[in-house]
């Protein structure tokens, strides 16, 4: 019996011993395996097989999740490449957040966006502009087109990228235009018949108005009328999104204004402005009153106005019934009083006059006496008249002590005072995206893509000819991606409709470009009321 008792003892001790290695065996495997696959790592990044995510989404790298400098280059063709080398090297895209390198926006994307302009910029501009948005959220863009733009070489490559609408202005377009029921109203006639910049505000004004049925025929939620020189700028959403910014709307706001900034170049050989410049004048509505007349005549810089062009900003309006442009800058509509909210971070960034060529080629599309009498005639703002003036006068040498003297920073004490005082800011976000495109090859492919398009239809069939032909289909849509005119009928029905009923808001004047409050009014500049 005592024998018996005393091995009991003895094997619940090795019981115990045995577990307990167990136990410390397995709390060893534990602490090794993580241990392993970090130095597994560590292994992998230093050889070159692993890229820390730290370190390529940084500053100093200007990359963005999904997307990869190190892809192999695509052939350039030689026929097309200044345009290739100007628009960045060919890589493969890799965007791995979006469906493909084409951004071809499903259904599902609510709100769904789209942005409509009057152009005759290059592609060294437009493709920038258009794959920078559609980063942001912008699904669909009416893009009206004449002169450089409506180039064959040109069109094609628009006319190839997914969601892009190229409307030509047509002898067809110009006779439906001058129908528009905008003819018989008031709110635009003051700028009827005028030369320059009143000519093209009535053209952008018959533009917008054609756009607002194309988008509802597209399915849009939302419409902005922007120029090619500006970029939209949707900080206040965690995700540096248009649409997300939009989706978070109240359902009852017709109307959101975005207040824009003013590019400030420090150099005079500026060649790629969405790439180069990020240092912007900050618009009145989004600075206190006593730092923006503070600090007023240091911002001016002996130029007519704070800003050197506009100040009232642009806007977006929700695609509903009886919508109607009210100029470039803003929208109404024939049954009501929009209800309009203005944003307090987010912007519109406009690069104006950031290239010393910008004095030569608005001098080149206008055809005005270099005269203070006349200059009146053919442009609203001040600033404009006396870059004119200058441009069409002076020698080239004293065009760019002109330009340096009154646009370009170069006064680096004054800039970083107004750095501080909250007057200038700098903004990285489009420069980075759109570099990181750049790099991403995806304007080079899209040009490539258009170019191996239309040399496989060549020879498929000579006989298809390829024109600025705006001949409808049975459906009213036009054939191919090139747009002429728009479904007749409902253009004119959404006219008919509205005019059935006693029109109150029709007399309200277009919303021109307006320049910012001086120190001669304490309070903002004119602004259209609802």
Not at 243 to 253: C, E, G, H, I, T
């Amino acid at each position: 019996m005592a024998g018996q008792y005393s091995l009991r003892p003895n094997s619940s001790s090795n019981s115990s011993s045995s577990s307990h290695i167990l136990a410390s065996r397995l709390l060893f495997i534990l602490t090794l395996l993580p241990l392993t696959l970090a130095c597994f790592a560590f292994l992998l990044q230093w050889r070159g097989g692993l890229n820390d995510p730290v370190t390529r989404w940084s500053p100093d790298q200007h990359e963005f999740p999904g997307m990869s400098s190190t892809a192999p280059s695509i052939p350039s063709h030689s026929s097309r490449s200044d345009c290739v080398d100007l628009l960045g090297r060919s890589h493969s895209p890799a965007f791995s957040y979006y469906r493909d390198w084409k951004f071809d926006y499903g259904t599902d994307l609510k709100p769904k966006i789209c942005i409509t302009t009057s152009t005759s910029a290059g592609l060294e501009q437009t493709l920038p502009w258009i794959f920078f948005h559609k980063v942001i959220g912008v699904s669909n863009f009416f893009l009206f087109v004449e002169g450089k733009a409506a180039s064959p070489n040109i069109s094609k490559v628009l006319e190839s990228i997914p969601g892009v609408s190229v409307i030509y202005r047509t002898k067809e377009l110009e006779e439906q235009q001058a129908r528009s029921r905008i003819w018989n109203e008031t709110w635009l006639s003051s700028f009827f018949y005028k030369p320059c910049n009143h000519e093209l505000f009535v053209k952008q004004s018959l533009n917008m108005e054609m756009a607002i049925v194309m988008a509802r025929n597209a399915g849009m939620d939302w419409i902005i009328h922007l120029d090619t020189d500006e970029l939209m700028h949707p900080v206040g959403t965690r995700e540096y999104s248009l649409r997300q910014l939009l989706a978070d709307v109240p359902a009852n706001v017709d109307m959101v204004i975005f207040p824009n900034y003013e590019s400030s170049v420090e150099r005079d050989d500026v060649k790629e402005p969405f790439s180069e410049v990020s240092m912007f004048k900050k618009n009145y509505d989004h600075l206190p009153k006593d730092v923006y007349f503070g600090t007023y005549k240091d911002a001016v810089r002996g130029n007519p106005n704070y800003f050197l062009t506009y100040g009232n900003g642009k806007s977006a309006a929700r695609i509903q019934d009886h919508l109607r442009p009210n100029g470039a800058h803003r929208w109404h509509n024939y049954m009501k009083n929009p209800n309009e909210i203005k944003l307090e971070e987010a912007a519109v960034l406009h690069y104006t006059y950031t290239k010393f060529t910008d004095l030569t080629s608005r001098r080149d599309r206008c055809g005005c006496k270099p005269t203070k009498d006349d200059v009146k005639r053919c442009f609203m703002l001040d600033f404009d008249r006396a870059a004119f003036i200058i441009a069409s006068t002076a020698t080239e040498e004293e065009m760019l002590a002109w330009y340096r003297e009154r646009v370009v920073w170069t006064d680096k004490a004054l800039t970083l005072k107004l750095l501080r005082k909250g007057i200038l800011t700098r903004i990285y976000a489009p420069m980075i995206i759109i570099q990181g495109l750049r790099n991403s090859g995806i304007f080079s492919s899209v040009i490539s893509s258009a170019v191996h398009h239309k040399l496989a239809k060549d020879q498929v069939s000579s006989s298809v000819k390829i024109s600025n032909s705006s001949r409808p289909t049975e459906s009213g849509v036009i054939s191919s991606r090139k747009v002429g005119i728009i479904n007749r009928g409902d253009f004119q029905a959404t006219a008919r409709r509205v005019l059935e009923i006693l029109d109150d808001h029709s007399d309200l004047s277009a919303t021109p470009p307006l320049s910012p409050p001086s120190l001669n009014d304490d309070l903002p500049a004119p602004t259209h009321e609802y």
